[in-house]
Nanobody, 126 residues
Framework: VQLQASGGGLVQPGRSLRLSCGAS????????LAWFRQAPGKEREAVST????????YYADSVKGRFTISRDYVRHTVELQMSSLKPEDTAVYYC????????????????????WGQGTLVTVSS
C-alpha cells in the first residue's frame, strides 16, 4: 500500500490547514488510520488515530481541541483538519495504517503501524 499525503504548506499562526491521505486502489479499510509528525531534530510522534474497528479517536494532548481526524468514505481518504496552528506544529506530517487492532494503550506507538506515507511539510510561521 502506497500512501500519499497532501495539503501541507506555509501558514500563519492561528490559521487552519487540512491534510489528506489516500492510497491509489485502496479503500483504506484497515484497523486504524493515523497521523504522525516529525519536527526538525525530534522524534516522530503520534498526532491522532481513528479506529475503523470501533470508531474510537485518539489525540495527542498537544493537539486536542485544535485538530480533528476524520474519514472520507467517498474519496477513501483520512483527513486531518488543523486549526489554531502554532509554530510548534511545524513538522513533516505522515499518515499511517495499522493492520492490527489499536487500543488506548498502544495507539501512539510507531510499532503499531505497518504502512507509511511519504510525508507532507507543514510550516507555521508569520
Amino acid at each position: 500500500v502506497q500512501l500519499q499525503a497532501s495539503g501541507g504548506g506555509l501558514v500563519q499562526p492561528g490559521r487552519s490547514l487540512r491534510l489528506s491521505c489516500g492510497a491509489s486502489g485502496s479503500t483504506l479499510d484497515y484497523y486504524a488510520l493515523a497521523w504522525f509528525r516529525q519536527a526538525p531534530g525530534k522524534e516522530r510522534e503520534a498526532v491522532s488515530t481513528i479506529s475503523n474497528e470501533d470508531g474510537r479517536i485518539y489525540y495527542a494532548d498537544s493537539v486536542k481541541g485544535r485538530f480533528t481526524i476524520s474519514r472520507d468514505y467517498v474519496r477513501h481518504t483520512v483527513e486531518l483538519q488543523m486549526s489554531s496552528l502554532k509554530p510548534e506544529d511545524t513538522a513533516v506530517y505522515y499518515c499511517a495504517i495499522a493492520r492490527i487492532p489499536i487500543r488506548e494503550e498502544t495507539w501512539y506507538k510507531r510499532s503499531q503501524y505497518d504502512y507509511w506515507g511519504q510525508g507532507t511539510l507543514v510550516t507555521v510561521s508569520s
